[in-house]
């Protein structure tokens, strides 16, 4: 079992910066991958990146590629989301989630989830 607390999010004018932290407890966590989606109202859940459990490997949606950062600390058993240039598209609630011992962007292949944290960019 892992469970998964999401905290950082906020309001941000467009082009600013946040970054999200996920703390995860369990014995399992160090042994997942672990990712970031967002859902905005109306849509779809997306992927947006993820990591390997050591870190070493990185995946990102087309959408955030070279503005988002995914990292982990697996001392602090936390992994973080670094957003920067964010734009009012980028307004949802942001989830971390584990599961999967391979990099997926399927949704139905994560396991466990956080209750999301809200973030909001004005123009």
């Known amino acids: 079992q892992v469970q998964l607390v999401e905290s950082g999010g906020g309001l941000v004018q467009a082009g600013g910066s946040l970054r999200l932290s996920c703390a995860a407890s369990?014995?399992?966590?160090?042994?997942?991958?672990m990712g970031w989606f967002r859902q905005a109202p109306g849509k779809e859940r997306e992927f947006l990146a993820a990591?390997?459990?050591?870190?070493?490997?990185?995946f990102y949606a087309d959408s955030v590629k070279g503005r988002f950062t995914i990292s982990r600390d697996n001392a602090k058993n936390t992994v973080y989301l670094q957003m920067n240039s964010l734009k009012p598209e980028d307004s949802a609630v942001y989830y971390c989630?584990?599961?999967?011992?391979?990099?997926?962007?399927?949704?139905?292949?994560?396991?466990?989830w956080g209750q999301g944290t809200q973030v909001t960019v004005s123009s």
């Open positions: 369990g014995r399992t966590f160090r042994q997942t991958a």
């Open positions: 989630a584990a599961g999967p011992t391979v990099l997926t962007t399927q949704i139905g292949r994560w396991d466990y």
């Open positions: 990591i390997t459990w050591s870190g070493g490997i990185t």
